[in-house]
């Protein structure tokens, strides 16, 4: 059974930085893309960030380009989303999804996800 459980998020400052991890378990990781996607309240599911299982290249959402940064430790089989220059509009759960092969659909075509963490972006 594939299970992925998100944790990391909580309340910032705009400016702020945070780290999300993703805990894998019931597949092979380092064979599958994995993406992090976000719901911001009201509104639908946005992709945010992609990486290629064996060669990690990475992929970004103009939204986050530039302040984001995803990761992967195979060895961990966890998943990393680095959040820097937060700004509010970075509200909303965070989730990372399983992706259907190796190489990122950019949120195309997506699997399972977790329960999500909460990033709130608040002065």
């Known amino acids: 059974e594939v299970q992925l459980v998100e944790s990391g998020g909580g309340l910032v400052q705009p400016g702020g930085s945070l780290t999300l991890s993703c805990s894998t378990s019931?597949?092979?990781?380092?064979?599958?893309?994995m993406s992090w996607v976000r719901q911001a309240p009201g509104k639908g599911l946005e992709w945010v960030s992609g990486?290629?299982?064996?060669?990690?290249?990475?992929y970004y959402a103009d939204s986050v380009k530039g302040r984001f940064t995803i990761s992967r430790d195979n060895a961990k089989n966890t998943l990393y989303l680095q959040l820097n220059s937060l700004k509010t509009e970075d509200t909303a759960i965070y989730y990372c999804?399983?992706?259907?092969?190796?190489?990122?659909?950019?949120?195309?075509?997506?699997?399972?996800r977790g329960q999500g963490t909460q990033v709130t972006v608040s002065s």
């Open positions: 999804a399983k992706e259907t092969g190796i190489k990122s659909t950019r949120g195309a075509l997506l699997g399972p």
């Open positions: 019931g597949f092979t990781f380092t064979n599958y893309a």
């Open positions: 990486i290629n299982g064996g060669v990690p290249y990475t």
